[in-house]
């Protein structure tokens, strides 16, 4: 019997959990190692930092889906890797910390014979100060991260609604809290489902919202932006941004490195060099992301964590990260099975994988500060480099070693992406988009580094509805309900 | 002469950065939640995200 000990339980590694204990069945073992006990649903968090759906609406428990998955549950945190094992025992293991299921803090070794790494990010909000610490979201700023900080805004949300209403104007700043972020979908449809929130009370005219981003241009999303058909024209995401954002009276900063947040106030860089400050009485600023920490150790007990991890904590799969200009970039640089190159037997999915550079433009500040969207992995790449890897790995325990393993690029898979501007059965609206493929090959599609016949995007109540199937299928998706493996990643 | 007020074009004026993009007319604002359309949107979406996933997978 082989053991796959899966380190994290997000969308990468539930979806690799899950398909691997289908296709493996009971004559193998797959181990989930995950702090937390419950999933969480994290598209639908900015309806929760609104009021429009509570915690338990985006959340489930995920011992009983274990349980009906024959997937043995293990609530706890991974903190090292022994690839090699241990003086005295050549099997390798991962050490884990309980946080929950009644052993908190009690560690134990968790033999294995394939690993995939699929523990997310850290939410580094202690890389800007005053966002946080390393305990976590500071006192000044809301975060829509997590279900609990998203109940947390809404409080927050509610308290300036009440304000508004009194007749006290109110400053909304949303956007990244870091010169080196990513996720700005999630932080521009949280603006515009506020921005909607707001006009739905009736308070919008006291209202002043302002986008704060590191991105060189509105649209960038981290991805460089996107060119699609429009009437007849292939334009950029640029025009359609900033032509929502002005629609909805959203002012913007964009080229932005968040220094320092005080209460009531972040200061920031520019890419030009200049400084700025912008007062708020709200703020949600997403927080760069970082690898979780975990370490490596040789046989000797020697510190091997620089051969399996990047100095920013994220895992070296197969990608090519020999460093050079964006003018030489190409789609070969992306991996394509995430398999370690330091031990075989070792894969990284969804967040958790070193990627090989941006794919937004480089920049920096004449200060020297880079300033520049780091690459998008979340959602549809997230699920699908899950499922090869899981692939991957059942052939490799059912077939034996020599197999070919499964192939996920980024620069050969697309992305659908559904941003909300606004919830309601008849009245919500949605970006609508998908790209093709998500890394630019510009090689295969020269001009706009994409296929215009599957890159597009458009907004409307149309975008809404299937945000909200979504929202539904992959919660009944994750839950393994009757199905539940004809629901595409 | 009479003054001609388009509310959906005011916020060009808001400051230089608006003022030099675009801003959908009130058709367009329509049939962004005309149910009838938009249902048919819905069908032409789903199907152009799912020969997307096809490609992917």
Redesign the interface.
Known sequence: MARLVVLGGGVSGHTAATFAAKWLGSAHEVVVVTPNSQWNWIPSNIWVGVGDMSKQDVVFDLAPVYRKGNITYKQAKAVSLNPEGKEGADTPFVTIEYTGQGKEGQTEEVTYDYVINATGPKLNFAATPGLGDANGLGEYTVSVCTADHAVHASHELDRCIEKMQKGERQKFLIGTGHGMCTCQGAAFEYAFNIESKLRKAGVREMADIKWISNEAFLGDFGMGGLHMKVNGYVVSSK?FA??L???R?V??IIGAHVNKVEKGKAHYELLDGTMGEEEFDFAMLIPPFAGVGLKAYGKDGSDITDQLFAPNGLMKVDADYTPKPYSEWTASDWPRTYQSPAYKNIFAVGIAFNPPHLISKPAKSPNGTPINPTPPRTG?PAG?TGKAVAHSVCDLITKGEGVQLHEASMA?????CVASAGRGL??G?AA?M?V?PVVPDFDRFPGTGRDTD?T?G??????H??KQVLHYLFIYKAKLKTGWTLI?? | MEKKVVPEELNFQNNDKMNLTMIPSRYARFMRTCVIWQFIRFVVLNIKMLIVVRKSH
């Open positions: 025009l900033e032509s954002y002005t629609e009276n002012d913007w549809m699908i050969e898979m697309g992305a659908a008849l009245t609206t609508a998908t093709y599957y597009f458009e907004i409307g109540l149309a975008g509805w299937i595409p990643e």
